[in-house]
């Protein structure tokens, strides 16, 4: 029997999805339809069994053989409940398999082991996530998995491994069977993380070259995304370490040893996406400083052509005074003469501030 303490497994609900409604959901108006699969590890070796009522369970459950129970959808959540119901679930683990969206979360009750984790992906660019919740509950001899999303096929990898795998697993290998699930959710990370980086490189390099606002609103969703994925992962390290502590006994030596190695992923996470909201903030530095020497050539290029005009503006305002005696202007050729003067003062300073590397373009593109 399960003893939970209270309030051990509630519902801890976001306040917020962490990225976006998955396509799938839009059209199913926010459920996608309930599917049920079940995965039998025999003496003969793995057989996958497609199910449409909850009483198709009894004669699996009866036989006494390991079974991964597959949901898929989560629109009927009374055919789910029942379906849990009848496979020996408690209550208070219900709950969090089924309300979306739950906090991440990896809890050990007794003989159970309860983990809720987000699958994140893109929608149509790297700065857009979704996210789809899946939950996995760890029972004696069964495994349950719970996806917000239905798949063409649920796992498809790890189903085609194990149905290859001999001897097929047995009761004490469940354990790994559920490491293995949550790593592969964990290594899905790893190329979005790797999208982000080539995305903040091409906003980095485009800041420096030709800096536009539309860039700082890109670099700003990449920090978005990086945070929710951040607090998404984040938890997982501190929960598996608790895991890890309290020595359950429903976990073998080798989940152990992989829980083990998942801590470690995740603290790689973890600083993958550190290390990537840097570089968000350098983006930002560079767009900030592309603008910055744009603004410096804007204004010195006033100052050049106020330091030219300056002097001929001085020369005009003396000859342009209506006083009577001014003996220039009996001069036969004296507006020829001014005009002349005029014109080398000009050409003077525009020499000697090109001397001095005035005319530079520091805001040319660099290729």
């Known amino acids: 029997m399960i003893r939970t303490p209270p309030d051990s497994l509630v519902s801890r609900r976001l306040e917020e999805r962490p990225g976006?409604?998955?396509?799938?959901?839009?059209?199913?108006?926010?459920?996608?339809?309930?599917?049920?699969?079940?995965?039998?590890?025999?003496?003969?070796?793995?057989?996958?069994?497609?199910?449409?009522?909850?009483?198709?369970?009894?004669?699996?459950?009866?036989?006494?053989?390991?079974?991964?129970?597959?949901?898929q959808g989560l629109a009927d959540a009374v055919l789910i409940r029942a379906i849990l119901q009848r496979l020996g679930v408690p209550g208070p683990m219900q709950a969090p398999l089924i309300d979306t969206p739950q906090r991440t979360r990896v809890d050990a009750s007794g003989d159970a082991v309860l983990v809720v984790i987000h699958r994140l992906g893109f929608a149509r660019t790297p700065a857009q996530l979704i996210s789809e919740q899946v939950g996995l509950l760890l029972l004696p001899n069964l495994l349950i998995s719970l996806e917000e999303v239905p798949k063409q096929e649920s796992f498809p990898q790890l189903t085609r491994w194990l149905a290859n795998l001999s001897p097929p697993p047995s009761r004490e290998d469940l354990d790994d069977v559920l490491h293995f699930l949550i790593d592969e959710l964990l290594d899905e990370l790893f190329p979005i993380l790797e999208q982000f980086s080539d995305l903040l490189d091409r906003l980095e390099e485009s800041a420096l070259r030709n800096p536009k606002p539309k860039l700082l609103n890109q670099s700003y969703q990449?920090?978005?995304?990086?945070?929710?994925?951040?607090?998404?992962?984040?938890?997982?390290?501190?929960?598996?370490?608790?895991?890890?502590?309290?020595?359950?006994?429903?976990?073998?030596?080798?989940?152990?040893?992989?829980?083990?190695?998942?801590?470690?992923?995740?603290?790689?996470?973890?600083?993958?996406?550190?290390?990537?909201?840097?570089?968000?903030?350098?983006?930002?530095?560079?767009?900030?400083?592309?603008?910055?020497?744009?603004?410096?050539?804007?204004?010195?290029?006033?100052?050049?052509?106020?330091?030219?005009?300056?002097?001929?503006?001085?020369?005009?305002?003396?000859?342009?005074?209506?006083?009577?005696?001014?003996?220039?202007?009996?001069?036969?050729?004296?507006?020829?003469?001014?005009?002349?003067?005029?014109?080398?003062?000009?050409?003077?300073?525009?020499?000697?501030?090109?001397?001095?590397?005035?005319?530079?373009?520091?805001?040319?593109?660099?290729?």
């Open 222 to 367: 990449a920090r978005v995304s990086l945070r929710r994925i951040h607090h998404q992962v984040w938890p997982l390290r501190h929960q598996i370490l608790i895991l890890l502590r309290t020595n359950q006994r429903i976990l073998g030596p080798e989940a152990r040893k992989g829980f083990e190695d998942m801590e470690e992923h995740v603290r790689l996470i973890f600083e993958n996406t550190e290390l990537l909201r840097h570089q968000c903030d350098a983006v930002s530095d560079a767009y900030m400083a592309s603008t910055g020497n744009r603004m410096n050539q804007v204004m010195k290029t006033l100052t050049i052509v106020s330091s030219i005009f300056a002097p001929l503006t001085f020369i005009a305002g003396i000859y342009g005074m209506n006083f009577k005696v001014m003996p220039e202007l009996n001069l036969p050729f004296g507006y020829y003469f001014a005009l002349a003067l005029m014109a080398f003062i000009a050409m003077l300073q525009t020499y000697l501030l090109w001397r001095r590397g005035w005319f530079e373009d520091w805001t040319a593109t660099r290729r």
């Open 20 to 71: 976006q409604l998955p396509g799938q959901l839009f059209i199913h108006g926010g459920a996608a339809p309930t599917r049920l699969s079940a995965l039998r590890f025999g003496s003969a070796g793995m057989v996958q069994i497609s199910l449409e009522r909850p009483e198709q369970l009894d004669p699996l459950i009866a036989s006494g053989d390991p079974l991964w129970v597959r949901l």
